[in-house]
Every structure is written in C-alpha cells, then in structure tokens.
C-alpha cells in the first residue's frame, strides 16, 4: 500500500512538471506568434540623375522588359530599371503628356497636342524607339490608355471633351466618344472597360471599349475635383483623390463611393499594388504616402518616405512594391519672362532624376 501511494506521489509530481514545461513551451509560442519580426521600411534605395531639359508628363513601366518610359516635354527617354541608365530616347515629338504601351511588347502610343491647334497620337516601335505613325486625334489630347481586350487606343481630348479611339493594329480611327465634361485620369481594368475622372463634374464614367459608349456615369459625393486614379482589376476597386484632401475608393461594377482614409494635401499620382495590398500617394511636397488594405474599407497608413520637392508624377512596380517617383530642382527664372513666370518654380537644368523608393 505505501509503495503504491509513493508511486502515485511520484507519478503526480512527474505530471505537474510535465504540465508546467507544456505550458511554458505553449506562452512561449503564443508570445512569438503575436510578435512576428516586422517587415523592412520603405526608404530610398537610388536615384538616378537624368538631366536634360523640360518637363516631364505620367510615367509608364513595361516590368518585364525592365524599361520606364518618361514624356519630357518633345521626346521620351527610356531608362533601364536595373541600372537607371537611359537607353536611348524617342524624338520628333513637340509638347507631349501620357504614354500607352501595348501587350505585344512592339510599340508605345504617346499624345501630343502639339502647340494645341492640332492633336496627336504618336505611335513608336520600342525596339528602335523610331516614330512609325502619327494619328490625328481631338484638341489637346493628354490621358491615354491601351485596351488589350478590344486592342484599342483612348486617347482623352481636354479642349475637344472627347474620347478618339484608335485601332492598335492598323493606327486607323474607329471612334470619338462625346464626353460631358473635359476628362482628366484614365485608367482600363484589362477586361473591357475604361474609367476616366471628369474632374469639374466630381464624376467617373465608365466606358465599354467594345461598344465605344459610355455604359457608366458616377457622381463622386462628397468628394469633388477627382484627381489621380488606380485601380485594383482582381477586386473591382478604383482609387481616387479628392480636393478635401480625402482618398475615395468606388466599386467598378457598382459605383458605390466610400471614403477610406485621409490623404495628403495636394496630392499628385496614386497607384495600387495589388499583390502586396498597398496604397501608393506621391504629393508635391516631396512625400511618398503609403498605406495597407486590412478589409476592403479600412486602409492604414503605415508609412510616409521623405522623396523631394515636386516628386509627385509615380508609378509603382507590381513585382517588387517598388515606387519610382521623377522630379528636379528648381529655382527662380532668370531668362526674359512675366513677373508671375519669374517667379514661378523653373525646374533647374540638369538636375531632372529618378527616385526609387522600396524595401
């Protein structure tokens, strides 16, 4: 009897400790799981010095030819983004905005309103970055996308309130979509249809790129002045900023609005990154603004990157959560201008850069 309550003793005393190691080695794992080792910040990783002269209109970038297209002003350089050297440059062009880039790999399409009296899209092959095609279009002629579901070209006319629609594989007009207002971000979720802001009218319309029609028209209440615009084509959300410093998002299917965070005053360019679920929003002030999707409807901001003054034009890599961000330095005029030019900030000579912001 007394071997056998020993043996229990023994057997109990072996079983608390048994239970007091599981325990600790269980707040030990529960204590590593709710202290993960938190992700690398944002920062400047290079900036590339470019220089030239003029000024610089929306970036494009081809990731899989590792190339970043740049309007400035009467030509477009091309710069490797590996390396941030320019690859050579597409002349021949007078006063140019935006540029589209096909799904072949073969050309790009850029507008050029030309001293306004006369509109173009310029066509160029991007093997030899020679000019191929000039195709006339409406009155100054800025935002510009590619369909790759209809293989069409929307090339927005600010003066003329339109949309000139242009065949990628034979350069031929096809169409001009009236618009009701003059239209300012474009942006084509891949599947067929296009989102412009009609930025005085506080709306996005929506058009459908075969039909060549507006099939949509969303006021933006309360968000007014509509500016940049991104979009995120897996969950049928588009982004916008307003002039109340608010970000917006708006279902593409559905037009529904909602406000999802604050953002930045004078904000320029957004974009979206949609495999890592982030936010990019460039402003004036020299401040990349980055923010995280937790649900569909709630946005935090998890970071703000000091770029440069002016870094406002961006596009974002949706390989590598990369932001590249192009400005200069600026100074007063000192050529012959009106007191308000002479005052204005005049991008300096040479000074023109790349920056890339990443982990």
């Known amino acids: 009897m007394n071997n056998t309550i020993q043996y229990l ?18 707040s030990s794992t529960l204590l590593y799981a709710a202290s993960p080792t938190p992700l690398p910040q944002f920062h400047i990783r290079d900036q590339w010095n470019l220089g030239g002269t003029g000024g610089w209109g929306y970036l494009v970038l081809d990731a899989p030819a590792h190339r970043l297209y740049i309007p400035r002003t009467n030509r477009v350089m091309v710069v490797d983004t590996d390396t941030g050297k320019l690859l050579g440059e597409v002349e021949g062009m007078k006063n140019i905005r935006a540029i589209a880039l096909d799904d072949s790999g073969k050309y790009g399409y850029v507008t050029d309103p030309t001293d306004g009296s006369a509109g ?15 195709v006339p279009t409406g009155a100054v002629p800025a935002a510009i996308v590619f369909d790759p579901s209809s293989k069409s070209i929307f090339a927005f006319n600010s003066h003329s309130h339109s949309a000139t629609v242009i065949d990628a594989t034979t350069n031929q007009v096809t169409a001009t979509i009236p618009l009701a207002g003059r239209p300012g971000s474009a942006i084509t979720d891949g599947n067929g249809n296009v989102f412009v802001t009609l930025p005085a ?6 058009i459908d790129a075969t039909a060549k029609n507006v099939s949509a028209s969303w006021q933006l209440t309360p968000c007014t002045g509509p500016s940049g615009l991104a979009i995120d084509s897996v969950r049928h959300q588009l ?3 307003c002039e109340d410093h608010k970000l917006i998002t708006l279902s593409s299917k559905t037009g529904q609005v909602a406000a999802i965070a604050d953002g930045p005053a004078n904000a320029g360019d ?26 569909l409807l709630k946005y935090s901001r998890i970071q703000q990157v000091k770029t440069q003054p002016g870094a406002r034009t961006m596009i974002v890599s949706q390989n590598d959560a ?21 005052f204005r900030p005049t991008p300096i000579p040479g000074s023109f850069s790349v920056i890339v912001v990443g982990r």
């Open 9 to 26: 003793q023994k057997l109990t005393s072996k079983t608390i400790l048994s239970v007091v190691f599981l325990l600790g080695t269980l």
């Open 322 to 342: 990369k932001a590249y961000l192009v400005t200069s330095r600026f100074g007063q005029n000192t050529g012959a201008a009106s007191e308000e030019l002479q």
């Open 239 to 241: 982004f916008t900023t």
């Open 270 to 295: 957004l974009d979206f990154d949609s495999r890592h679920n982030l936010l990019f929003v460039a402003d004036t002030t020299g401040t990349l603004s980055i923010f995280r999707r937790e649900s």
């Open 201 to 206: 009218l506080g709306e996005i319309i929506r």
């Open 120 to 134: 173009f899209v310029r066509v160029f092959d991007r093997s030899s970055l020679k000019l191929v095609a000039s």
